[in-house]
């Protein structure tokens, strides 16, 4: 876990404070990402536990508002975002309960910021991987790797998806 840092924000705060305390957190944690490439803490996980970003869809313009961001600050070569919430739904989800919405659902809203040199080279590492196991593909990693993670969760199936998700929700809130 020393490869990540997590920090857990406190958003109950007016619509403005939120706004700007997410945008300097992200501000502050790409700024550490980037003066440190090559070390340890590649990733950043910033973590929304108040209801501010419940829904889902208030969440999604925060995130659009933080890439926009990013890109004015010139760093969208330099990070990458992904994205959790508890009630994540990919725009091809047929609804809610597609266990494929699984893969990127967590307890609480939140942000990962990613160095995209790093996650270059765990492309390339899984390509390696496969190519020294003599497997060739049609199709890049970055496709596989979604793709292999939503058969996962088909096959694990909704209902033991709902129950690993509210297990580990109600693990962290017993903490």
């Known amino acids: 876990m020393d490869d990540m840092k997590v920090q857990v924000l406190d958003t109950a705060f007016d619509e403005v404070e939120v706004n700007k305390n997410i945008q300097e957190a992200v501000k502050r944690e790409t700024a550490t990402l ?3 490439i090559g070390t340890k803490g590649q990733t950043a996980l910033l973590v929304f536990p108040h209801e501010t970003f419940s829904s889902f ?3 999604l313009i925060m995130v659009s508002d933080i890439e926009d961001m990013i890109k ?3 760093l969208d070569s330099k990070i990458q975002l992904a994205t959790f919430h508890p009630s994540y739904m990919f725009t091809d989800s047929a609804n ?7 893969t990127n659902r967590s307890p609480w809203p939140t942000l990962q910021l990613l160095r995209v040199d790093d996650v270059t080279k765990a492309i390339e590492s899984f390509e390696a991987a496969a190519a ?4 060739v593909h049609s199709e890049p990693a970055t496709n596989r790797i979604w793709k292999r993670n939503k058969i996962t969760f088909i096959k694990l199936g909704i209902h033991a998806a709902e129950a690993m998700l509210g297990d580990i929700m109600m693990e962290v809130r017993d903490d």
């Not at 020294?132 to 497997?135: D, F, I, P, S, T």
């Open 96 to 102: 809610d309960k597609d266990v494929t919405n699984y």
């Open 132 to 135: 020294a196991r003599g497997e």
């Open 57 to 59: 869809e208030n969440f």
């Open 34 to 36: 980037i003066d440190y």
């Open 72 to 74: 004015e600050d010139g």
